[in-house]
């Protein structure tokens, strides 16, 4: 007997490690390979060209101080052409990158290379971000462009390091073609804007959930509604609808839809902030306090595990009350004096757009809660009943995609008919007909 003092378990902890270690070399290694595999041949094809382009700028490069891996710091070198030159403007100037490639000090995907004075803001404790090769192209990137990029720019570079690879990165060559075509985030555009005349506060996520917070704090009642191409198309022939969207304390911009009509119309919108992915931010916040919520609609049972998914989730949160969507117009009165006698802080009403938000609306004083909004299918999404559309489809802002193809009976016709009309009169818009301003 060798008596190492092993027990089994530290056996299987270093089985595990060692498991872990040897999969990180493969990750990285194979990803090395391919970058500068791919680097190579693109160097030696494009080499023609670089000599073309270097004599042409009179051999003037210009050097711009980057953080690698483990924020070694290293040049990344470009042609110095003409601001206005067509090379320029091509982005021709910016192929020496490639000799960054080649020789590891960048990779095609990874997250962004940090300028020196901005390690400061970066987190340095986030070791998964630094143990990478920054890239050409990062998931942030990717998410700003379909207007996901909740949380920090440091977070995502985590996220990505969690499942880099050769793999991941073909998914994320794949969702940078549409992002490239939704056009670039919006950082300086107005703080209200609208769209067919519908009024919305252009908020980021984090805003949204500041401004619920302050409401909260203070006790006072506010409406929130959500805006997708479908409800304006929707308030688009009936006034009343419209009315109660631009009575809201709050308006939100939802979906894909609604960037794209901010970037035809020249008002750009900061952020998707939908029901869904606010509220597991909502619940860490009602958490915080102690607040309380009232989950009101879909089927019966499925608000009750909506409440159960935030309780456990997001322990210190108060639940003032569950009640299904499918009563009578005479059981009304009666779940209007059970949410004012639970007085919740929040309260979500899950009927369907526009039902929700007219209801919400007609009540309103009556309820006797903080802050209401019509969320639609969110409680089918918390409940397990209905699962969301995965990351890589939120990442390419096609989740509408992923709904049709869950009920293609019920969401043709919003999607593949309701999309087209929406950017349709958001282009008429944009020609400077108001019909709606009849
Ligand atoms: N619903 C309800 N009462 C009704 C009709 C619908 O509570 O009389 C619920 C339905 O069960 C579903 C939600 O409202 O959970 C509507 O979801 P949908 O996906 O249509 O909403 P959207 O997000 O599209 O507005």
Redesign the pocket.
Known sequence: MHGTGRSAEEVRRRLVIGRQRAWLRWTLGSKRALDAGSAFLLLVGLSPLLAMLLVSCGGRLTRQARLGRWAEPFEMVSFDFEPKSVARRLGLHRLPVVVSILRGELSWIGPRALEPAELTAADREQWRRWDLRPGLLSLWWIRTRANNNYGTEWETDSEYGQDAGVWNDMGIVARAIPAALYGSGAAITEDEISVLGLRMDNLTMSEAVDWIGQRIRTRETAAIRFL?A??ANRAWSDDGYRDVLNSAGLTLADGIGLKLAGQILGRPVRQNVN?TDLFPKLCARLAEGGHSLFL????PG?AELVAAWAAENHKGIRIAGVR???FSAEQDEEVVRQISAASPDVLLV????P??DVWIAARAGRLGAGVAM???????FYSG??PRAPQWMRDMAVEWLY?FWQ?PG?MWR?YFVGNFVFLLRVGLERLGRRPWEK
């Open positions: 997708n479908d409800c029901g009101l609609g879909a089927k499925v299904d969507g499918y899950a009927f369907g757009a039902r929700q019509g969320v639609g299918g969110l409680f089918d009943r209905i709904r009920e019920r919003r």
